[in-house]
């Protein structure tokens, strides 16, 4: 079948699921905007970049991976590859471009810290997370690892460090990962199980609301500790309580009543709460008297220097 | 089996190139089909079965306008036929990676040769 050359922007758009590489960008964003050194317009704009071509090339690559399982589900049957409007040899190179490009960016543009953390996450999500689907439920933690090392990148690109409010962040993202897929995989049970994903929805349904519920208070919990952490003010943790308590109390109807209603009311909320939460941090990031281009630089090389 | 159902196009001055990928695309594609064509009978057959014996404990027949299993009912079923099905599972994705990745091989050679052809054959 010939490409349409026309539409090929649009291919590639759905080829890097551009709505995931969008929000996993955004925390990159996030965690670039939360890290104690002064903003630079250009390591910034790098990061971004360089995340976004990195989980397009992320992306491309599993659907080049998961083609007839793809097809055999509702959800993804519409899939570029699935239909045929690339080839995958065309995919495949569209991945390795994309994925060289961006590491490229992300090592020159912001740091090698950044580019390794890149190239470790590109890894995990296509080499581990990517088969492990369809042999253990498993997968899905090692996928809450992919979901959390975004703002890890942000903020790494940004202090060319890994400071305890890096890790908070990551934390965070690694938990929502659980409420978020959780609920969405129940009512996909019946696709996962003829197409062969062992999921916690299909393989245990009472692990899986636990664990789902388990998060969200795990949440709640981290939220208290990233005052301490020195990632927000204390404010934060006041300010964000009815937010995660609602999305507890969405967490333990589900844990209760386990029905596509409340599985549906989670992840739509779960879509909500983040971007919620990460505006709530930003708004409440302690202000350094030293955060200027240069002293801000200082801070963190002195602090580090003494450390080691 | 849900997959689309593919026309491999035969151009007129087909390389043999081009026939040798064409033929191993072809014969992935048929091996693919067969898979789950059989695969997926199979899920709603025992889906079916199940229903029925279901239904038969609860003693109710699949016509009457209660005759439905919930979610979680079903559930039973769709983490039975996924363990069970699990070494076809396992069997299966090594076969395709394989096949898949195999792919890739002749499919850059038939575009090297096309720019070849493009560039020096006129």
Redesign the interface.
Known sequence: MKTDNNKLMQYYFRLSKIRLTGLVVLTAMAGYAMAPAAFDPIGFTMVTLGTGLTSASANAINQFFEVPFDSQMNRTKNRVLVRGYLSPLHAVTFAAVSGSVGLVVLALGANPLTAALGAFNLGLYTLVYTPMKRHTILNTWVGSVVGAVPPLMGWAACTGSLDPGAWIMAAIMFCWQFPHFNALSWNLRPDYSRAGYRMMSVVDPNLCKRVALRHTVGITGLCFLAPVAGLTTPLFPVMSLPLNLYFTYLGWKFYQQGDSSSSRSLFRFSLLHIPLLILLMIVNKPSRKNDSKDSGKESVTVVQSELT | S???P?VF?VPQKETALQCRYRLMRKETHDW?QAF?AN??ER?FKEKEDFVRRKLDDKQQTVDSAEARLS??E??E???A???K??PL??N??RE??HK?LR??FP??QV?LEKIYNKLFKR
């Open positions: 849900n997959l689309r593919v196009h693919n789950w695969h997926n899920f979610a979680d079903l559930s079923f769709y983490k036929f996924l363990d099905n699990y599972h396992a299966y994705n395709w990676y898949n792919l890739l499919a850059f575009f």
